[in-house]
């Protein structure tokens, strides 16, 4: 077989102070290095050689195309700008890369990253959204006869989630930008207690720093001991809180995916279990585009569409969610039902509601109460 070969080089940098090596092979297919590929998903290249022997993980298989492998290439780098002339190096054409944030993603929207994927499920939404608004920017603007800076359109497109969260109005009480539990939980506007609980859960990924005494001491503090978080911690604990403020962030960072992705997603399979069963025959269908929006449940057959809401949702925008129902009962009828609402209640609402109509069945007030709890499989 002949030896594929790397005619060009340059440095590609898609989000601000992140830069890849790309190439451009001799067939003319674009790839970036191995370690240019890991940068750029934010994740440790020895992490994709794993991947690649231990191909698929079990969290990514629901979400990757069949019959596609992640396998690295081995080429000759002849570019003579490149660093690595004469030598040979792992790379990744763009296919892959986009299956790998393409699965991510997916993943994320999903609730079925591990804990140690989450935060490259993050990147990748946010990248991807980014890519996505510069491949438009940049083909308008060629079409008007201009010249885009496609890197640089791509950076300005490429959200910092620290600098977000500081547009927001958060700031740090201590030095050097190291933020305290009560400045984190007064952003949030959430008890402290519960701040304390999500530390705990995720103490191996959020690290916290033991402040001296002096630190302390320069914001007006009394206490004895203390911990500060960096910036991109606090940014991990604001997306991963359905607070009324972690929602906002999350609508700005993923867009529909951080809006409307269901976190209940164990009762969410146990409901599309349920429904299999009752709509068979029906079309039923799950996560169904309409418009720029994806319900739950649709029922093509009877123009139905079911949405399982749990706590969260209290959260959610009252204006777009507004909107949102309007666009959808433009052609269907719509039920909104809670995640433990009883299939009895369930099935009333649906004999009730009407074409162009929506049926809420319950109280946004009482989202935080128990409500009655029976979905188990129907034997039918």
Not at 199 to 224: M, V, W, Y
Not at 305 to 330: A, S
Not at 353 to 365: A, H, Q, S, T, W
Request: proline share 4%; net charge positive.
């Amino acid at each position: 077989m002949k030896e594929r070969k790397a005619v060009y080089y340059g440095q590609v940098e898609l989000i601000p102070g992140i830069i890849s090596d790309g190439y451009v092979l001799d067939d003319d297919t674009a790839v970036m290095s191995e370690r240019g590929t890991a940068d750029l998903l934010g994740v440790d290249h020895m992490l994709l050689n794993r991947m690649e022997t231990n191909w698929p993980p079990k969290t990514l298989k629901p979400f990757i195309d069949k019959g596609w492998s992640m396998e690295t290439n081995l080429v000759k780098v002849v570019a003579k700008n490149s660093p690595y002339q004469g030598r040979k190096i792992s790379i990744y054409d763009s296919l892959a890369i986009e299956n790998l944030i393409r699965a991510y993603v997916l993943g994320l929207a999903n609730n079925k990253l591990r804990k140690n994927q989450k935060h490259i499920g993050e990147r990748c939404a946010i990248l991807q959204s980014s890519l996505v608004r510069t491949a438009l920017e940049t083909a308008i603007k060629e079409a008007a006869g201009l010249s885009p800076n496609i890197q640089q359109t791509a950076q300005q497109n490429y959200i910092d989630a620290v600098k977000l969260i500081k547009d927001f109005g958060f700031t740090c009480s201590a030095p050097n930008d190291i933020a305290t539990k009560k400045d984190i939980s007064q952003f949030l506007n959430i008890p402290q207690s519960t701040l304390n609980s999500f530390l705990r859960k995720h103490k191996n990924e959020i690290q916290p720093i033991q402040l001296d005494s002096a630190t302390i001491r320069s914001f007006g503090s009394k206490a004895s001991r203390m911990n500060g978080y960096q910036l991109d911690d606090v940014t991990k604990i604001a997306l991963g809180m359905d607070s009324v403020i972690g929602i906002k962030l999350k609508k700005q960072v993923f867009g529909q995916i951080g809006s409307f992705a269901n976190p209940n997603t164990s009762v969410e399979v146990q409901w599309r279990d349920v429904l299999s069963n009752v709509f068979q025959g029906f079309d039923l269908q799950f996560n169904y585009p309409i418009g720029p929006y994806k319900v739950d449940f649709f029922v093509a057959k009877l123009m139905l569409v079911l949405e399982c809401n749990g706590y969260c949702h209290r959260y959610y925008d009252e204006t777009e969610e507004k909107v949102r129902e309007k666009l959808i009962t433009q052609k269907y009828s719509l039920v909104r039902f809670h995640h433990k609402i009883n299939l009895e209640t369930l099935f009333n609402g649906i004999l009730q509601v009407k074409p162009g109509k929506m049926i809420k069945l319950y109280d946004l007030e009482k989202l935080g109460q128990e409500m009655p709890f029976n979905i188990k499989p129907l034997n039918l």
